[in-house]
């Protein structure tokens, strides 16, 4: 079963329910008890895609010495 990260509107506590993805109710708030919660977009995908900050390295082309 799939873990997705919701998070409270009332409140603002986050937290993580494993839920069906057929499930189109959002669970309540362990926190303040309210259903005012949205489901936020999957982190666990972040894991892997990491690093390649952004690098603008010119490569210059490869000149011979003495060329004939
Ligand atoms: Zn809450």
Redesign the pocket.
């Known amino acids: 079963m799939p873990l997705f990260e919701f998070k ?6 986050q937290f993580e329910e494993l839920t069906s993805s057929t499930a189109t109710e959002l669970p309540l ?6 259903a ?2 949205k489901k936020l977009p999957s982190l666990t995908s972040l894991g892997s895609v990491a690093g390649q900050s952004g690098s603008n390295q010119f490569q210059a082309p490869s000149c011979s010495p003495g060329g004939g």
């Open positions: 409270c509107n009332d409140c603002g506590y708030c362990p926190e303040c008890k309210k005012d919660t």
